[in-house]
């Protein structure tokens, strides 16, 4: 499988011991070195020009404009911090900023193939955590609006004392197979024959496995056996946890639930090949950017133990 997957492997140590410290903190806030990375309407600075890259800024650059959110301390490279700077609360950023002509702010999705894996990674982190922070800025207990605390890993209530952390919220998915076939879905809304692996939030009171087992009965009618965990991936979409894994179908008489999926199909061993190949196949399946991808090519490849089981 692809190491690391889309969203992962960024190089910034997250500086756990280092947040604590307030002087730390204070200090690096202001220090030359730290770079910070503007974001707006979760959308992250990125240089203009053939090699894309993300646009890193000194303090500076915001001395003339009003910065209504606290930087958030992602993490640490070589000692230099590496900072988030929420700045949606401007109305012509590129103008305000003096950066027009230089960068704009692109959307995570449209940068993926240009920029470098590691500060996708970068702005995954950072595109989640601004996101709990504009959605969390009360406190969950009493209302009373909450202060940034850790470098921006947890808020804390003034008023109450209640501490907050930022949400990650866990998703099933799995490629269904049985035998040399593999059960996959469509959604709502997608290309016609774009099919993926059913998935579902996992729900308070229940394992992994038994969300798998949930979501595929609710969304197909088919009755899983066995679930093997295979991998997972951030999702920064706002901020998702994918877990990543393989079920075993008992039955394969399908009951769509029409409300979930626009249609389920299982296909051959030989489709799901071409479509892995990019070769023409009844139905095409998400990118490696996605974890299903990767799922329902280890099923494909046999490089997860039970596809030719009984
Ligand atoms: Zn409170």
Known sequence: MTDPIAFSGSRLDRAAVERRDAAWLESHRKHPASRYLPMWKLDPLVKLGEKRSLAWA???????????????????????????????????????????????????????????GEEIAVVAHARSLADWHQRHRHCAVCG???????????????????????????????????GDR???GRGPGWPDTMYSALAGFVEPGETLEEAVRREVREESGVVIGAVRYLRSQPWPFPSSLMLGCVADAETEELEIDHTELADARWFSLEEIRLALAGEPAPLFIPPPFAIAHHLIQAWAEGRERGRRGP
């Open 182 to 184: 593999c059960l996959l």
């Open 144 to 178: 009373a609006i909450s202060i940034v605390i850790l470098g921006g890993i947890q808020r804390r209530c003034p008023d109450c004392s209640a501490e907050h952390f930022p949400r990650t919220d866990p998703v099933a998915i799995a490629p269904v197979v049985r």
């Open 58 to 116: 000194r303090w500076e650059l915001f001395d003339d404009v009003e910065i209504s959110h606290e930087p958030i301390l992602l993490g640490v490279d070589e000692g230099v911090a590496h900072f988030a700077v929420d700045v949606s609360q401007l109305q012509s950023p590129l103008d305000e900023l003096g950066l027009e002509g230089v960068a704009r702010f692109e959307e995570l999705r449209a940068i993926g193939g240009e920029i470098s």
